[in-house]
């Protein structure tokens, strides 16, 4: 069975409309993942879509459509409009739609609850790192990752106190780091996301959709490695569940 779904986001940041642009085009590795628009209506974009709209700094939109179902769809479009506000700001509106392949009710929520988490890790993206170069690092955790308590399990793994609300600055066992400072951006029984000065760690708890713990690091300092940083991931996931 094949159902459309749209996930509809509205939102302000105190940053101006080419910065988000820029953000959502050409530095989705310091929020997102890495995604590749060509700078074109019709150009290529990231898997096998095609950009349907491009008009910077307001707009951009790409297409995917895969008829064998891969990755769970037959159609994913993503679209952002951005309008200029007051004191240089900016109000963007986020699309995420398309057509899910079975599991509907269980891939959209988990569609909508990964929107938020990433929409609120752009936000962070823009008041602390705008502009900056980023490297992109993940890895999901092994098969104990995908227990019922696996994310509580990885918050005992940082070491965070249990009590500790967003915002909060706290002490962490980071993956490649070790006990250092942080901020608690953001905490929920499905996600965890923590910022240092150079780099935000964001923990995903896919064990709620069948899947595993998965860590990813958007790293700022200068001459940061990728596959180390990957490396240092898997490495710290498979201490903290074995």
Not at 1 to 21: G, K, L, Q, T, W
Not at 116 to 126: G, I, M, S, V
């Amino acid at each position: 069975m094949s159902v459309p779904f749209e996930i509809v986001r509205e939102f302000e940041v105190e940053a101006p409309p080419e910065d988000v642009f820029a953000a959502v085009t050409t530095g989705t590795a310091g929020w997102l993942f890495p995604l590749e628009y060509e700078p074109r209506e019709g150009g290529a974009a990231s898997a096998g879509g095609t950009v349907t709209a491009w008009d910077p700094p307001h707009r951009v939109t790409a297409l995917s459509e895969t008829p064998g179902g891969e990755y769970g769809q037959l159609r994913n479009e993503l679209d952002h409009l951005i309008e200029p506000r007051g004191q240089g700001g900016s109000w963007v509106r986020y699309v995420h739609s398309g057509i899910f392949v079975d599991d509907w009710g269980g891939q959209y929520d988990g569609a909508n609850r990964h929107t938020d988490f990433y929409l609120h890790t752009l936000r962070q993206y823009l008041a602390h790192f705008r502009g900056r170069p980023a490297v992109f690092a993940a890895a999901d955790g092994p098969a104990a990752a995908g227990a019922p308590d696996a994310l509580e399990r990885a918050a005992r793994a940082l070491g965070l106190p249990p009590g500790a609300a967003p915002g909060t600055e706290v002490e962490a066992d980071l993956p490649g780091v070790g006990r250092t400072a942080a901020v608690l951006d953001h905490r929920s029984p499905y996600f965890i996301g923590l910022r240092t000065a150079d780099a935000m760690y964001r923990f995903f708890g896919r064990n709620h959709w069948g899947a595993t713990v998965g860590v990813a690091v958007h790293a700022f300092a200068p001459g940061a490695d990728a596959a180390k940083t990957a490396a240092e991931v898997a490495d710290w996931l498979d201490r903290a569940y074995s």
